[in-house]
């Protein structure tokens, strides 16, 4: 009797802490990365219907924790940034098919810092933040 205990008690073990493969979808596009039991647990990774990477993003036992980097389907990157805990911390960039077009700053999932956005027109708009509010407004031309 209990050589079959721990006999199950070994086969449950290894499956909850086992590594299977497993999916989400972002934005239409379905990733797949690694499971630690049911949760999501690792890099993930997704591609565009061409081929061609489409999402990279990282959880941490079902959070979104880590860089993730979203691509057009020509390769290039679109945005990238970090997320700390499910919340968008640090860092943020998102590129147009020139150059770097926007760039911001997170803290515990709200625009902290400045917010440096790049026009068309080559007017550089900035913005600073301070926990989410905005509190100076600059426009620079480049």
Known sequence: MFQRFFSILCIYTAFLYSSPTCTT???ETTLQGTCKGI???GKFIGYHKNGMLAWEVH???NI????FTHFYPNGNIYFTGFYKNGMLDGSFKQYNQYD???HANFKKGVLHNWLYTLYDDKKLEALRYYYGKL???KYLDQ
């Open 135 to 137: 509190i100076l407004q």
């Open 59 to 61: 959880f941490k036992n």
């Open 64 to 67: 979104l924790h880590g860089k």
């Open 39 to 41: 949760l999501k647990h």
């Open 100 to 102: 770097e077009a926007l």
């Open 25 to 27: 979808i972002i934005d």
